[in-house]
């Protein structure tokens, strides 16, 4: 209404009087019926829970129970002590609501954040719900839990033992430290490697989380694990990078990683670092057949594997006459328990990024891919890659692709 007055002709001083009463009346109607004043309980949780990070960081046991009401205190204490190897930077409460459950209780709604010191440079949200009670006019908690559809951090599985490299830090639940400090070394053996296809443009660290089970993964990445039944390992992270954003994890699946060779486990490893370097130009535009491709084309690099060798799957279509029409959907990668196929999906982006590294060469194939990925949508990036960067149409990379195919893999 205001807007619409000053833009409008001036009106005269009795109507202008009655216009700005019923405006007034109006914003004091709104503030009245719209808008319920903020429980006082909520500033008061919030000052517990800031003691409670400020007592995590400092290590200090007493300071951190005394928020625990005693029925949570045994819970609370086996927490402490599970990060005690967590190398914590920062430990953070945001309460965004309570509800009240009774006298004296209520359940916070609660974003809680970790960093860890030397990787992420922003914190790592969590939803979380906590329970309080109210004695001799204090608050204290009285339970924890995950919010639905929030992940189980590491500590919440077991007690956290951390081994750190020279360019990596592996945090484990469950697992031999002789295992942590094998995926340290290969850790920083990748980073190196990396460094060749990619340069020394990102923060050349990494984070890998090692839980216990396939199903602790799960937890993790607040999902049903056995989705996950035969990937060896997944890297997490935000394809919209800020200059506070959390590093990426590299989490490992214990029990796909451990039937894998020496070989392997070195692929696995550089593989996923490589998505830790590409993160801050992997965005929604960039198809998933590009990502991973180009993951496992630096992993590949230099070594003696022949394609044949690195892509069984996709030789055996080849060799029956099945030669894919046209390079695969980002849905192709999807974990449906279909092993054969998804190990075809990821072959072909694989010989896809081999072939422009073959053809146009390892500099142009960088450059096409973060190309992809600063294109401002989905539709059309790759399509302007191919034009500018190498100067040909999806049509005939396709046409080039499936020809590649069959030269390589017959």
Known sequence: M?????????PGGALLALLLALVALAALVGC????RPADPALREVQAVLDRQARALLDRDETAWLAAADPAHRAAARTEFRRLAE???AGWSYRVTGVDRTGEGRLTARVER????EGFDRGPLDAGRVMD??????RWYVTAERPADGAPRR???QGEVAAVRGARSLVLGVGQDRDRLAEIARLADRAVPAVDAVWGPEWARRVLVLVPASLDAMGGLLATDGSRYRGIAAVTTGETERSAASPADRVIVNPEAYGVLGAFGREVILTHETVHVATRAHTSPSTPVWLSEGFADWAAYRGGDRTPAQAAPELRRAVLAGEVPAALPEDGDFAFTGDSEALARA????WLACAMIADRWGEERLTAFYREVGAHPGRDGAVESALRKVLDTTP????????????????
Do not use: K, M, N, Q
């Not at 205001?2 to 001036?10: I, P």
């Not at 309080?132 to 006019?137: C, H, I, L, P, T």
């Not at 046409?399 to 195919?405: G, I, K, Q, T």
């Open 2 to 10: 205001v807007e619409r007055v000053c833009g409008a002709r001036r």
């Open 32 to 35: 009245s019926a719209g808008v």
């Open 86 to 88: 967590v190398p914590l």
């Open 113 to 116: 954040g970790h960093r860890i």
């Open 132 to 137: 309080f009670a109210e004695r001799d006019g």
């Open 154 to 156: 590491l500590w919440e």
């Open 346 to 349: 990821y072959e072909s982006g």
């Open 395 to 410: 049509e005939e990379f396709t046409e080039d692709w499936r020809a590649y195919l069959r030269e390589r893999l017959a």
